[in-house]
């Protein structure tokens, strides 16, 4: 890849500038990149930093690829072909500018709750991510936007337990003696945790992977739980019947430190291993010796992350799993507890940052996860203005078809911040070229451990490409908007993120700069509920919850099956009969990195994984074309036959772009705008479809970006 050697300002030493990985993971790596003449031309893990232990993922170990890719949008542009053509034409960024505020004033003088914001954690740092552009919209009085997509069902089913998203230690995981890691694909999504799990169980712990599908780490696993899709509630209510039976209990945690026991009792008494075992479709002696071996294998850790959540009862699920280390006091033991996320710790003060107190009362709220519906249903006002940065979601966001329908309205305007021509630029009538990690400055929090973090900008921004920070400010000049947080520079917008708390004891935005992380103020054997201390609002884990209860929630924790499954959609089922999930893959994240070239080769095409007897009962042989459909829309992929599905599952792994799949669509052309039970999140994984042959020929071939861009 040859570097834009013209772009980059000349700097004859070579540095080392430390930064943090952007993306939506929880590793928030330590990067170092070497630099040289200007010119990125390495980068590494620190070694320094314990998390990251300098090591990168395949992935990110290939950013200078996709930072240097001669893909990059350079230079603002207007659309000059029909809406998702993806045909532009070169501008000045004042001619940018000029017509965005023009537009914008335009909306805003008869209603701005017609422009909407739509942004995600594209990069996860406190400033490129959300600052100046939440207090751009606030100010304008924009729509606000209910950021779901991803942890929304299970943050808040957590919640109702524990009090916030609070848990374990990552870097404790190497002592526990037993791990389970539910929903969750570390080797893939979170491969610093792995190392820490490999490391556990090289000193003796036995691990257990609760994953519908033989996943990179659950084959590794001693042992593979593959219960079906959104039937984790049922399964923490059976662990919990054996557990209260064969009285594997902490009474003392539970007595100091829970609230609802008897209720919890009662309700469990109803979920005896057979009755759970039919729900699951697993033995009911798995759930028996799974109990046993969580009740008595100490210190106990549950590693469990968003992917069992993204179905109908994800929320309840989440609150009824964060029950178990409460009832055998697993929390005791830094190395014992649960990990979903670790980011309610840190302190954030999100209301200075993002100038909460400037949205105007009354504004309206549009849920990201039915954007499809918001674009073409939506009245009062409709969306007549929206604003994509840091997400892609006509790629990412369920059912598709609705998605692209609403990007493709002619009468919306369209304004799209991106690092490359994603399928969501397509839709753009300005597209806007964005700085990434290596050419802008940030601080970042995590969600998988505890250390704040610095990104040092290492190079100067490729072509004319500008921070999102950047963009606001100047957006906020043309609007007229004169209120001197407007000015406040990328440095004083982190420093603002800083609240004054004494976890935050010590830190600041110039000892970070200086030392590239610093340590949460918390102990180095951090256990955050050894003694209680939930920050729910008895104080305890709350077995029992009165919020549910006052919301008409059942109180008491409880099985929520999924909307689409052969037990509760019967008719549906007989259409549709397998269950789909389309989780993620490792060589890219989300849908960045799905245009870099090494990687796609890595993945080689879209692909889903049948169980041999249905693939037999469909005539579909290994590497056969075919069409995985619903009444919402269809795919076309490259069948593989293999044992990791249990049959009547198929799994795609990863978003490829749409316009990269042989027959334009992926995955999300069949996925639903359904929502959870708790937090309003997609349904991703709560899916039936069908799958047939189709005609390769008919298909059209990938073109991959490098050659065709
Ligand atoms: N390489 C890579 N890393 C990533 C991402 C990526 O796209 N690629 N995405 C990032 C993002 S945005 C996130 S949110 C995180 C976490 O993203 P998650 O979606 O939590 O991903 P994984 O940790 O891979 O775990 C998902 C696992 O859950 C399983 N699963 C699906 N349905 C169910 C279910 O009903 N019950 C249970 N028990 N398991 C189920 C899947 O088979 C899969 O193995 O990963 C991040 N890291
Ligand atoms: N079927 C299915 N769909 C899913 C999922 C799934 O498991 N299955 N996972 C869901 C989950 S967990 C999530 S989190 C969402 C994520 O979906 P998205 O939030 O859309 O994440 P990405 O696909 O990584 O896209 C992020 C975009 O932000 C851009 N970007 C990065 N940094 C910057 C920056 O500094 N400035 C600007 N302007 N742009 C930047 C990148 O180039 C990239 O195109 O997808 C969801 N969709
Ligand atoms: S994507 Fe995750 S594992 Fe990879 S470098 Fe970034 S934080 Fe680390
Ligand atoms: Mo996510």
């Not at 849920?367 to 409709?382: C, Y």
């Amino acid at each position: 890849m040859s570097p834009d050697s013209p772009n980059v300002h000349v700097d004859s030493e070579r540095r080392a500038v430390r930064g943090a990985c952007p993306h939506d993971c929880p590793d928030t790596c330590a990067l170092v990149t070497t630099v040289e003449n200007g010119v990125a031309i390495r980068i590494q893990g620190a070694a320094g930093h314990a998390p990251t232990n300098g090591v990168l993922c395949t992935k990110v170990a290939k950013y200078l690829d996709r930072t240097y890719s001669p893909d990059r949008l350079r230079y603002p542009q207007k659309r000059v072909g029909r809406k998702g053509e993806g045909r532009f034409e070169r501008i000045g960024w004042d001619e940018a500018l000029d017509t965005i505020a023009a537009k914008l004033k335009a909306i805003a003088a008869d209603d701005p709750q017609a422009i909407l914001p739509y942004s995600y954690a594209g990069t996860m740092g406190q400033v490129q991510g959300s600052s100046m552009d939440r207090r751009f919209f606030h100010k304008l009085g924009a729509s606000l936007l209910d950021r779901t997509i991803c942890s929304m069902a299970g943050k808040v089913g957590l919640s109702y337990t524990l009090g916030a998203s609070l848990g374990m230690d990552m870097e404790r995981f190497v002592d526990s003696k037993l791990i389970l890691l539910w929903g969750t694909n570390p080797v893939t999504s979170s491969v610093h945790l792995w190392g820490r799990v490999v490391e556990a169980r090289r000193r003796g712990a036995k691990v257990i992977a609760i994953d519908p599908y033989r996943s990179l780490s659950a084959a590794k696993c001693d042992q593979h739980i593959a219960l079906l899709p959104g039937t984790d509630g049922a399964l923490a209510l059976g662990l919990m019947h054996v557990l209260i039976a064969e009285d594997l209990l902490d009474r003392d945690y539970i007595e100091r430190y829970t609230l609802g026991f008897d209720g919890l009792a009662t309700r469990v008494a109803e979920y005896a291993p057979e009755r759970v075992a039919a729900i699951c479709g697993i033995d009911a002696a798995t759930i028996v010796a799974l109990a046993r071996e969580y009740g008595t294998i100490k210190p106990a850790a549950i590693r469990v992350n968003y992917g069992m959540q993204r179905t109908a009862g994800g929320g309840m699920a989440m609150r009824t799993i964060a029950c178990l280390p409460a009832l055998t006091g697993a929390w005791r033991d830094s190395a014992g507890g649960l990990l979903l996320s670790s980011g309610g710790t840190y302190p954030i003060a999100r209301a200075a940052l993002e100038r909460t107190d400037l949205i105007p009362a009354g504004t309206r709220t549009i849920n990201m996860s039915t954007i499809g519906d918001a674009l073409t249903t939506m009245t009062e006002p409709p969306i007549k203005a929206i604003v994509v940065y840091n997400t892609n979601p006509v790629a990412v966001a369920p059912e598709s078809e609705k998605v692209i329908a609403g990007f493709a309205r002619e009468d919306l305007f369209t304004v799209v911040l991106e690092h490359f021509q994603t399928d969501t630029a397509d839709y753009a009538d300005i597209l806007l070229p964005a700085t990434t990690q290596l050419e802008h400055f940030d601080i970042h929090a995590s969600y998988g451990h505890l250390y704040w973090m610095i990104n040092n900008p290492a190079i100067a921004p490729l072509g004319e490409a500008k921070p999102n920070s950047e963009v606001f400010r100047q957006l906020a000049v043309r609007m007229g908007f004169d209120d001197p947080c407007f000015r406040d520079s990328d440095e004083a917008l982190a420093q603002s993120a800083l609240a004054a708390h004494p976890d935050n004891a010590g830190i600041s935005v110039e000892a970070l700069k200086e030392q590239g992380w610093q340590r949460l103020a918390v102990p180095e054997s951090y256990a955050p509920f050894a003694q209680g201390n939930f920050p729910t609002p008895s104080g305890k884990c709350e077995f029992f919850s009165m919020r549910l209860q006052k919301l008409g929630f059942d109180p008491l924790p409880a099985y929520h099956p999924p909307r689409e499954s052969a037990a509760t959609a019967p008719a549906l089922a007989r259409r549709y009969p397998l269950a789909f999930i389309s989780p993620p893959t490792r060589n890219f994240l989300n849908s960045s990195f799905g245009n870099v070239a090494v990687l796609q080769a890595l993945e080689t095409a879209q692909r889903v994984e049948l169980h041999p007897d249905d693939a037999a009962a469909r005539g579909i042989a290994d590497g056969d074309a075919v069409r995985v459909h619903n009444d919402r829309g269809e795919f076309t992929a490259t069948a593989r036959i293999t044992g990791n599905v249990r049959p009547g599952l198929c799994v795609a792994l990863g978003i490829w772009w749409h316009k990269d799949t042989a027959g334009g669509r992926n995955i999300n052309a069949v996925t639903s705008q359904a929502l959870t039970d708790f937090g309003a999140g997609p349904t991703f994984y709560d899916c039936l479809v069908e799958v047939g042959k189709c005609d390769a020929a008919a298909v059209r071939q990938p073109s991959l970006h490098d050659e065709t861009r």
